[in-house]
């Protein structure tokens, strides 16, 4: 049944990362008051989200 471990390890961690990542923007926006679709304003969470988001 569980032939592929591997793999399936590999995709467990890209999914924990991508939700790891997800959550630190989202914590970065509560923290400089920016709201969900915008991208600019506050010069730390440009600085975050370009590091999250590259």
Known sequence: MN???GPALVTLATAL???ACAA???RCR???GIQAP???GH???EIAYMR???
């Open 24 to 26: 630190y923007v989202g």
């Open 38 to 40: 915008a991208t600019s």
């Open 43 to 45: 010069p730390q969470f």
């Open 52 to 54: 999250i988001q590259s």
């Open 17 to 19: 990362l991508l939700f």
């Open 3 to 5: 032939a592929y471990p």
């Open 30 to 32: 509560i923290q400089f």
